[in-house]
């Protein structure tokens, strides 16, 4: 089973939400491989339904799947890490807090696993207070590269950096990015990402130096009808990537 995503010249990974296992298959095939699929274990009753159903999915796509949480839930991180035990899928969305349990039942290193911080209206400072009863708090503010270095202590992989506003936020990301690339660890923007901004925001991580990057591209590119993924929305975005990626 392969459990490392395939990253474009190394460095990018796209991150799209599927809206049922054929429009799974066409978005990984639009990709060209190089994506993660998202599939919600919020839409799931079960955890043994959301297994059985995800490793279907798994299937099709060489296992580039994604278990997401659901707009970031953090009521859906027992969940997680229930379902990523047993599926092994090459990427696990998790709140801060969830990290460590995610990483402890998987049992390897090789999946990625991301770990939510928020903006905070300050560049340099980010929000970790995302997990079941510290969103509820107050907020558990940090410099980034605390948050970076909790996460490694954790057996994390990624900051997933929620919720992004597209480009609302620039300085900010520009300082997180700054701070993966400085600290060796890898970033996932995710939030009000487009096909207009995208290319944006890309080259702000790419230009850090950021090490690998996974941007999300979520309701922007998903048809309303069907709640399915365009696939040519997929491509377009790949084409931006290798236009971008030397």
């Known amino acids: ?21 054929d429009n ?21 009753s079960s955890i043994d339904s959301a297994v059985s159903d995800m490793r279907e999915y798994a299937a099709l796509i060489d296992n580039a799947l994604s278990v997401g949480l659901g707009a970031g839930d953090p009521r859906q991180s ?3 890490s229930a379902i990523s035990a047993q599926v092994q899928p090459q990427h696990v969305n998790q709140v801060f807090t969830g ?20 903006p905070t209206g300050k560049a340099g400072l980010v929000k970790i207070s995302t997990g079941p009863l510290s969103s509820a708090a107050s907020d558990g503010i940090v410099p980034v590269e605390t948050a970076i270095a909790l996460l490694k202590d954790m057996g994390g992989s990624s900051v997933k950096y929620f919720p992004m506003g597209g480009l609302k936020a620039e300085a900010e990301f520009r300082a997180v990015a700054q701070a993966c690339a ?32 996974i941007p999300h591209i979520y309701s922007s590119i998903i048809d309303k009808a069907s709640g399915n993924t ?6 377009t975005l790949l084409a931006i990537t290798k236009k971008l990626v030397a």
């Open 1 to 21: 089973m392969k459990l490392m995503p395939k990253f474009y010249q190394d460095r990018v990974c796209l991150n799209v939400l599927a809206g049922s296992k």
């Open 24 to 44: 799974a298959r066409d978005i990984w095939q639009a990709a060209e491989g190089y994506v993660l699929v998202g599939v919600l274990s919020k839409n799931y």
């Open 78 to 80: 027992e969940m997680v």
């Open 99 to 118: 990290v460590g349990a995610s990483r402890a039942l998987l049992g390897q290193n090789e999946t990625v696993v991301n770990g939510l911080i928020s």
């Open 182 to 213: 400085e600290n060796d660890f890898w970033l996932e923007p995710t939030g009000g990402i487009d096909l207009d901004n995208y290319a944006a925001i890309l080259s702000i991580a790419l230009e850090a130096g950021v090490s690998k990057i």
């Open 230 to 235: 365009r696939p040519e929305d997929v491509a």
